[in-house]
């Protein structure tokens, strides 16, 4: 039968053990700079053991630059007038932080972070109602359309996106029937019905299929006789 101090020191020398290990693999990672590499290895060490504390130093010791790294990142963005690209530096930073201070590392965000991602995503929002605006005066109805897309995942309840959507499909129609796709108008003349209740495109819709189905009576009373 072991004695109960037996087991303990077995405990405890492999606590030392394992410590002694994580120590010596961070700082091999920390020797090639790779401060991604040293972070995310130090929250898998402190996951396994929270009272690791070689992991909690490196994570310490790097996580507050890559932090910033972050955020400058995305105040370049901001100053070239980035705005998409702005605002994923952001969430990015967010959740980076969310994700350090989940492992018991420092406090990174200061509270102001979700304000400044509030604001990227109104940017974000405004660009592209602009640009799906932009897109359907140069009659580029497919961009258009895939524009006011990107602006309802921002902003689900935009009172103009669906309406805006069903205009686009309304002139594709127009330009398909001019080029006797009649099919690919009734199409397009139906997506806006089904968007908007556009009433324009549902006379269209049915004035197409009405001149269609006069057009192949007319040709199969001609192939009976």
Request: charged content about 30%; overall charge negative; hydrophobic content about 45%.
């Amino acid at each position: 039968m072991k004695h109960p101090g037996t087991a303990l020191s077995l405990a405890l020398l492999l606590a030392l053990s394992c410590a002694a290990s994580s120590k010596k693999e961070l700082k091999q990672l920390a020797r090639t700079g790779d401060g991604e590499a040293v972070v995310e290895r130090s929250i898998e060490l402190l996951e396994a053991n929270p009272r690791d504390k070689h992991a909690l130093a490196a994570l310490n010791a790097w996580a507050g630059d890559l932090y910033h790294a972050r955020i400058d990142t995305a105040r370049e963005h901001d100053a070239s007038r980035r705005v998409e690209e702005a605002l994923v530096a952001l969430i990015e930073a967010l959740q980076f932080a969310e994700k350090v201070q989940r492992a018991g590392g420092p406090v990174l965000d200061d509270g102001d972070l979700k304000h400044d991602i509030a604001e990227a995503k109104e940017a974000v929002r405004t660009h592209r109602i602009s640009e799906a605006r932009r897109l359907f005066q140069a009659e580029k109805w497919s961009e258009s359309i895939h524009m006011w897309t990107l602006v309802q995942k921002i902003d689900p309840s935009n009172a103009d996106a669906q309406s805006a959507m069903a205009a686009a499909h309304r002139q594709w129609g127009h330009d398909d029937l001019a080029a006797d796709r009649y099919q690919d108008a009734i199409h397009h003349y139906d997506r806006a019905v089904f968007l908007h209740d556009d009433n324009e495109a549902r006379a269209w819709s049915a004035a197409v299929h009405a001149a269609l189905g006069r057009f192949w009576l007319f040709h199969g009373s001609c192939r009976a006789a």
